[in-house]
């Protein structure tokens, strides 16, 4: 490109225009000055694919359409800023246990697997953490416990997926019928009451106006994101998941890496066992009944492929915000919950419609422009 | 995506006011036209793939498009098989102004296409991939005896009639596929038949036998364009030659045998390009025994086979596709588990697995670029780093300047274009994508490379480029072991040169003392599907 300086040649050629000849976009020029600062500019809103921000764009929007049909059903609530703040933060906390959950499952997914154990994983260690023995040991003890079964849980899908070479689906699928009869066999299927204060507060209490659950969700976020965007367990991540075959041969350890994904989901199921105990300040074997489906369906409306390879953190946590929007806005409504699942089921249809059709309809107008003014 | 400043109209129109398209008298050709394309534009976002071709293909010839990586020549054909819509300018298909809306509209209009990149069902059987899309049916069931028996009488026709029709095309070898995407387009009754380099993955022979078949092609009337960048093929088989450079014809109509190979050079590249090879070293530099094989064995794929890469040596291994080399490669690396045999690295047997191998200073780029080694969705410089990225990394958070850095550093000497590193390597054309494959294990840290058909698909200029890296990185001690089909490539690259047939060694020899035709015939008794399971 570069060097594509006039060489006198032999024959009569046609004038060396510049490489790029007419400049597509301004950034494209950019590019050929300074390269590091043009090209991160460019990849930002770049429209062909590999960044997920323009999608987040779309979920935004999402969830900015939803919050004008509240207004419009409920202008009165919406119009006093006490009660919009208060709801905000109540859909937070709604959101937060799940947004653990789908934090894990946004890595396996990415990494080209499913995790359908999740909700029991996270009854399991719910139910174990709030046994009377592992009470006996106060809420470090339960911390620790509930931190544990997750892992262990998720490392025995993990070995089973990579190393006995079953399908993702088949053997998370089994672990989550164990996980349940295992956590109703310890709880003998009744509720455990947790007594630690500890524990029980996490959910109750608030620390600067902020629910502490909505911080533990903002952390799991963050490091969720820094994790899969910054470090090299993240790049593997994303290697693993988009050709296993490529990484395997520029020597990532695919199989230890795929455990290690389930190993981490199992660790944010752990993470959400305690939160959700402490909601509840209980724990029994059907808690966290269908949130594997919860945290799919926000991953893959966030953008993650669900063959691997391309998702995003961000866009995780944007599709369970949107869902606990609408419980929210259907709660405030006061309408049914049958009702409410019909829409969500409308809803992540829209949601994947809008964010597929946009860019791609926007270059499209643009194309079709540039050829009538060619002609 | 801004509109562009120019109008593209008015900036093509001054071009060609102030240099008018070279265009040699075509008389050579009698056919009458069946194909005109005038000023046909495509862009992508941030990229102008087409700027303006001219091309005109008349019957009964053999039109080859030439051109750099990246030049347009795939776009172009795409554009013609339906599945891009140009953004502007004409195509006239038989004398007719025509538009593709998709790939079914060229097909039934009379055109067939085999795209570079292999866009076979590995899950169907041979037959079933040849005519997907207008399988013969009778009341909505497919008529499977009449599907295959037309496909055995195709494969025949194509020299091949040893793949049975009813064999899982995963379960061919590449060329074997190659094959099928072949079968594919002569199943259909076409008049003009578009071939994306389709000897990329062939051996000599069977590059001779397409070219039969493109004979019988053109003899009947079919007009076919061939896409190569290998010079030889197009004096062999092409009638005539349009030049492409950066999405514009910048020569059409030249004569395929008698134009100079300097002229078609600067046309493409808009500089003069010496194809050589560099220099051998002359006195013997070459250190220390790095790598080791002994008696390496894969029961079906290659036999008791032993050798040595010394530090500083360019070993290569010619072969037929189908003689075991790509799987010995995969062996050595630790890709494929040996039955017997040891590889040392430095005197130290390695542990079965990549990353043992990889650990010990191996890097290989794998045969199939699309398959085993690229992220299609993910940037350039992640590609380029993707062996390497856990060397920059500090306390296992990653460095992306660095590694755009190095990428851009790659990028540069093996003239990717275009330059961007933060595009996803899916928009790459097919040879910039292999740069992207080979420049991964270029990055430094690399004792001994493995190449697996390196070049496969890189134009002439890029080639001398990563030729030259390649030489250069051995005299810093490098070892190379290198696989082609192309046995000039293994005489003049290699410094000593080790034939393969059927899974065996049965030769080595320095570069010297081997000349192409001595390898060729060594070579010969090999067959296409051998070293495929059964
Ligand atoms: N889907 C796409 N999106 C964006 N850019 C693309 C896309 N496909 C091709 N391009 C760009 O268009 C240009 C032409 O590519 P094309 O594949 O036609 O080259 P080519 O002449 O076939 O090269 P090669 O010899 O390497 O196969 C390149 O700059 C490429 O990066
Ligand atoms: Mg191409």
Redesign the interface.
Known sequence: ???????P?????????P??????????TA?AGD??AG??R??WW?????DGAKRNLGLIGVLAALIVVGAITKPDLYGDPNWVWNNVLAILQLASVVGVVTVGMTFVIIGGGIDLSVGAIVALAGVWCTTVATQNYGAGGMIFTALLVGICVGLVNGVLISYGRLVPFIATLAMLVAARGLAASISNKQTQVSSSTFINDIAARKVLGIPILVYILGAVVVAGWVLLN??????RT??VG??P?????????VRRHTMLLYALSGLCCGIAAIMLTSQATSAQAAMANLYELDAIAAAIIGGTLLSG??GTIVGSLLGVIIFATITNLFAINGLSIEAQNMVKGGIIVAAVLIQQFQFKSV?RL??R???T??? | ?????????T?SAE?AA??P??EAPADTVAGEVVLRLTDL?K??????AL?GVQLEVRAGEVHCLLGQNGAGKSTLIKVLAGVHQP??GLVEWRGEPISFANPQAAMRAGIATIYQELDLVEDLSVAENAFLGHEYRRFGFIRRGSMARHTRQILGRLGHGEIPPGRMVRSLPAAGKQIVSMARALSHEARLIIMDEPSAVLAHDEVGNLFRIIRELTAQGIAVIYISHRLEEIREIGDRVTVLK???T?AANLPARDTPT??LV??MT???IEYVFPDHPTDDTAGAELLQVEGLTRTGEFADVSLTVRAGEIVGIAGLVGSGRSELLETI?G?RLAEAGTVRMDGKVLRPG??A???AGMG?A?EERK?????????IY?NVT??T??RY?RL???DA?KE??EA?RIAETL?L????????V??LSGGNQQKVVVG?WLLGGTKLLLLDEPTRGVDVGARAELYQVIRSLAAQGVGVLLVSSEVPEVLGLADRVLVMREGRVVREAAAGELDENTVLDLVMAGSLMEGAPA
Do not use: C
């Open positions: 490109m570069s060097d594509a300086t006039p060489t040649t032999a024959t009569p050629e046609r004038p060396q225009l490489a790029q000849s007419p400049p597509v976009d301004p950034a494209e590019v390269k590091a090209a991160g460019l990849s770049r429209g062909d694919g590999g910054r470090t090299t367990f993240g790049r994303i290697a988009g050709n075959e490529a990484a395997r041969l520029a020597g990532i350890n390879g391309r270059t643009l194309a422009n540039r050829v003014t060619a002609t | 995506m801004a509109l562009p400043e120019d109008d593209p109209a900036a071009a102030e240099a398209l070279v534009v862009t992508f976002p941030g990229v102008r700027d953004d502007s950066d999405g514009r910048t300097r002229d600067s046309r808009g500089r003069t690396y890709a990549v990353g191998a990889v650990r290989m794998p398959s085993q080694a690229l992220l299609l969705g993910e940037p992640r993707l062996a990225f856990g990394a296992g958070f990653t300047a755009r850095a851009d003239e274009r275009p330059r961007d590193v933060d595009r996803p899916r928009t991964r």
